[in-house]
């Protein structure tokens, strides 16, 4: 599982490493078992040796293919959840409960993005390290506690029963979790071991679903089969995420209250772009669950998870490289270089864009109708303004990584306010008169009204920078 950049050795006599000797006739434990044995031997070990921060890393940095793959395996996992779970809810339950479902888990999205607060980017990005990773982790647990506070707060405005609050509060405490979570694999990415943090995020991801799985498979209750995925979430953060990060990156020095407030400031922006996007993508989960019955929150998911595909497939091109591209951008006789890597993109999100949509109309249909045990059919022509809807989010995602990049991240909170005041009202107005089609339509059309608008502030951008460095005049 984690791969050690030095070898271990094993005493003599034949006893494993960080085990016990075997006993005649014993059974040996499998490799997974052993590399558990190692870890939890590790840890036990680091506490009692001046902490988990104080300890020599072991694993290899720089490993460009291994962070690709773990990295594949990591966001392919994380990206697996949601529509794993809501086919198995299906199953198991009913399409409604599976609405029901969907509906926490759009909320739960919203306040994982609260946590985040938008700072992976600007952290891993953050190459002088200006503010210290204890400064990132307070700032990042506060911001988590205030999600969770929101979380509660949404689900008293709801008016939730008891049910409906137990299913609901047990899949925020796993997408909080998540948010949680990912400043410290965002400190391992930025120490160059970015196949660490996807071996974190798998693990977390795989426990959760096994979790949501046997519970609700036990139990028919998707409340229970939540809290027991918020637990296996809790679990693998304090034994793999945080122990990972503090024992394979340096010791950071303490955490300053002007720093834990810069990180705010700067990162309000980002925050504000992010959350305003992922909200106008739930806005017509939100305006169909108040109109709609709940299996139609079912059938909008289920239809956008092709298109979610193609944003987890461009996420895995370039956010491995934001590091690299910061740097390329960093010295002005590779801007050039530069603007031929976002074209490339660009135009790589256009091919697999038109890839899902050969595949949909080929044999992605049917195979839907399989997983859910619905005839997906007379949803053929929304599926394609799904993923076409899809291949416009990715590249909005992608353009905003840039624009973070060249640390214009403020110039994006027009667009992305603008768009909101868009989603507001037009989605809603469709859903009314078309139902389900109606909020597909209308997502469409919040996005690629915020595609054009980012599009033209990050031209504005790249002109006003070219101009000043082209200036004699600039420092």
């Known amino acids: 599982m984690f791969g050690p950049g030095r070898p271990s050795s094993a005493p003599a006599g034949g006893t494993p490493a960080g085990g016990a000797p075997s006993a005649p006739g014993m059974r040996e434990p499998g490799p997974l078992a052993r590399m558990a044995n190692a870890w939890w031997t590790r840890l036990i070990d680091s506490v009692y040796d001046g902490g988990l921060a104080a300890q020599e890393a072991e694993y290899e940095s720089g490993e460009t293919r291994r962070d690709y793959l773990w990295n594949t395996v990591g966001v392919g996992a994380w990206g697996m959840v949601f529509p794993a779970l809501t086919v198995v809810a299906t199953q198991l339950a009913d399409p409604e409960q599976a609405g029901r479902f969907s509906m ?14 938008g700072v992976r980017n600007f952290q891993v990005s953050d190459i002088d390290q200006t503010s210290s990773f204890a400064s990132y982790q307070v700032h990042r647990w506060v911001t988590s506690g205030l999600a969770l506070l929101v979380g509660l707060l949404y689900c008293t405005i709801r008016d939730y029963g008891p049910a409906m609050l137990m299913l609901s509060m047990g899949v925020y405490v796993y997408k909080i ?22 071996i974190s995020q798998a693990l977390r991801s795989v426990a959760a679903i096994a979790a949501f799985a046997i519970l609700l498979f036990l139990t028919r209750s998707t409340a229970i089969a939540a809290v027991g995925m918020a637990i296996a979430a809790v679990a693998t953060l304090a034994l793999v995420s945080v122990p990972l990060a503090l024992l394979e990156t340096e010791a950071s020095r303490p955490w300053k209250t002007q720093e834990v407030g810069e990180l705010f400031r ?15 993508e739930s806005l017509p989960k939100f305006a169909m669950e108040g109109m709609l019955p709940y299996d139609n929150q079912l059938y909008f998911n289920a239809l956008f998870f092709p298109a979610q595909g193609i944003l987890l497939a461009a996420g895995f091109m370039y956010k491995p490289q934001l590091l ?39 044999i992605g249909i049917p195979v839907m109708g399989f997983m859910y045990g619905i005839d997906f059919e007379k949803f053929r022509a929304l599926a394609y303004l799904m993923i076409a809807a899809g291949g416009v989010s990715a590249a909005i995602d992608f353009l905003y990584a840039i624009i ?41 059309a919040s996005m690629l009204l915020l595609l054009v608008l980012l599009g033209i502030e990050y031209y504005r951008i790249r002109q006003n920078l070219s101009q000043k460095n082209r200036s004699p005049f600039r420092s």
């Open 324 to 362: 690299r591209l910061a740097n390329i951008w960093a010295n002005p006789r590779r801007r050039k270089r530069f603007d031929l890597i976002v074209l490339a993109m660009v135009g790589v999100i256009c091919v697999l864009t038109v890839g899902t949509l050969v595949f949909m109309g080929w």
């Open 177 to 198: 979790v998540d948010g949680l979570a990912d400043v410290y694999e965002g400190r391992l990415q930025q120490a160059d071991k970015l196949y660490l943090a996807g």
């Open 404 to 444: 973070t990049v060249l640390r214009h991240q403020d110039s994006a909170t027009k667009p992305y306010l603008v768009t909101f005041a868009f989603a507001l009202v037009v989605p809603t107005a469709l859903i009314w008169l078309l139902g389900l089609t109606g909020a597909v339509v209308g997502y469409l």
């Open 104 to 117: 926490a888990f759009a909320a739960g999205t919203l306040l994982m993005f609260l946590s985040n607060f």
């Open 266 to 280: 700067h990162c309000l922006p980002l925050f504000s772009a992010l959350f305003l996007f992922n909200l106008i």
